[in-house]
């Protein structure tokens, strides 16, 4: 860029563009950096639900968390406002639905610690659920992402069950999950594939 004296001189990226409306709100793509990831598993498992039932692989869906409604106000009599509410304890799991002819439940947490994932992460009645789910022929694990380590793994239900029930330990140590549970790879598309190692570890 030159002035008008046509002497060189340093403009900013951001003068340079020319943004509608004069805004600079505009569109920018998506970057799906490992790091980027880390703090967004919910939504990344939800992009990757969204391409399973879009390419009809698969029908899984999140549950809605349950809400428990406290007061609500009318301030006409055919409209109502709910004025106070609170989140009610998830009486299962993340995320259930079919694949393969097959049912799948699982949950979904994301960890910051480094070197182990607390258990109190998981409720009580998850797990019993988890088992049920097992017990009743269908698939049921845990998608785990350790957010500082840029990593996310499959572990099954039932071994993480047994490792609670007779581990003695507040916490599953990382060492743990890569020696028992499977890393899961993603792409642009399916940010968290984890139905390829559904495939690997349940249907073959």
């Not at 002035?3 to 920018?28: C, F, H, T």
């Not at 022929?137 to 996310?152: D, H, K, P, Y």
Request: with cysteine.
């Amino acid at each position: 860029m030159y002035n008008n004296a046509g002497k060189r001189k340093k403009v900013k990226l951001s003068e340079m563009i020319q943004y509608p409306n004069g805004k600079k709100d505009v569109w920018q793509p998506k970057l799906h950096s490992a790091s980027q990831r880390g703090m967004n598993l919910e939504k990344d498992l939800n992009t990757t639900n969204a391409y399973y039932l879009g390419q009809d692989i698969a029908v899984i869906h999140k549950k809605p968390t349950p809400v428990q409604i406290v007061h609500v106000d009318y301030p006409r009599r055919e409209a109502a406002k709910i004025t106070e509410a609170y989140f009610k304890v998830p009486s299962t799991t993340d995320y259930n639905g079919i694949y393969k002819g097959r049912y799948i439940d699982f949950e979904a947490k994301e960890c910051q610690a480094k070197t182990s994932f607390p258990l109190k992460m998981l409720f009580a009645h998850q797990i019993t659920h988890l088992k049920s789910v097992v017990r009743h022929g269908g698939i049921a694990f845990l998608v785990v992402r350790f957010t500082s380590m840029e990593v996310t793994f499959l572990a099954d239900a039932e071994k993480v069950a047994l490792f609670n029930e007779n581990g003695g330990r507040a916490s599953i140590p990382y060492s743990w999950f890569l020696e028992h549970a499977y890393p899961i790879d993603g792409s642009y598309a399916k940010p968290v594939d984890y139905l390829k190692v559904v495939d690997k570890i349940y249907l073959q």
